[in-house]
């Protein structure tokens, strides 16, 4: 019964590799969103997207960027890795504009140490 | 920008007892909606409890209850009856946006233990 896939649960990446991290939903959801959980700070967002092709920064864009091809998936993209961006990545989706839609439904989450 | 505070950073309860998680929250809005999120030791996060600003009632899931009191920005959730399978982190969240688009705005979470 999941409904929102993230692609890789671990990864370990080196300094200045390029890291994409997938994220898919099968609820037919115009909303994708991308956070970045770290101890002590919670979850803080990086970007979002209310369709296809379009995406808005969150509060910690800086070093990340995303690709929303189609309506299912949502790509976080870091263009050159580095260490400070060592987390805990969680995708999460909702519908538009319904009772309820501002519900999140997350993935498990992929956790991504940058050596 | 909308802040959410979660000023216990852990808490314990021994089981079959009752606990009280405080949040408040900083907004200049009059409708928003509310949330309690638990995320359990390498499980998925999942919503435990949503409330709406302009509905006066404190909404109620089961064991799980807030205390909603807008004049104070404040939303503590109330888990009766603790159980073990409620140890996790849970977060508190904020929205203006009722259609979904905007995300939530989460507090740094508390740290919830089951003493059996």
């Known amino acids: 019964d999941v409904k929102v896939t993230q692609s890789s649960r671990y990864l370990v990446k080196r300094t200045g590799e390029k890291v994409f991290l997938e994220c898919v939903q099968d609820?037919?959801?115009?909303?994708m969103f991308w956070y970045r959980q770290d101890p002590g700070l919670g979850l803080r967002l990086i970007y979002f997207?209310?369709?296809?092709?379009?995406?808005e920064k969150g509060d910690i864009p800086e070093g990340y960027s995303v690709s929303r091809e189609k309506k299912e998936r949502f790509s976080l993209i870091l263009e050159s890795a580095s260490t400070n961006q060592t987390s805990m990545y969680l995708c999460?989706?909702?519908?538009?504009?319904?009772?309820?839609?501002?519900?999140?439904?997350f993935g498990a989450g992929s956790r991504l140490t940058v050596l | 920008a909308q802040t959410v505070t979660q000023s216990q950073p852990e808490m314990s309860v021994q089981e079959a007892e009752t606990v009280t998680l405080s949040c408040t929250y900083d907004t200049s809005e009059s409708d928003y909606y509310l949330f309690w999120y638990k995320q359990p030791p390498s499980r998925q996060m999942i919503l435990v409890i949503r409330?709406?600003?302009?509905?006066?009632q404190n909404a109620t899931e089961n064991r799980f209850s807030v205390n909603f009191q807008k004049a104070a920005k404040s939303f503590s959730l109330k888990i009766s009856d603790s159980q073990l399978g409620d140890a996790a982190m849970y977060f508190c969240?904020?929205?203006?946006?009722?259609?979904?688009?905007?995300?939530?705005?989460f507090g740094k979470g508390t740290h919830l233990i089951i003493q059996p």
């Open positions: 409330q709406e600003a302009y509905k006066q």
């Open positions: 999460a989706s909702t519908p538009q504009g319904v009772t309820g839609a501002n519900v999140l439904t």
């Open positions: 969240a904020y929205t203006t946006s009722g259609g979904g688009a905007d995300g939530l705005t």
């Open positions: 609820m037919d959801h115009e909303n």
């Open positions: 997207s209310y369709d296809v092709k379009m995406k």
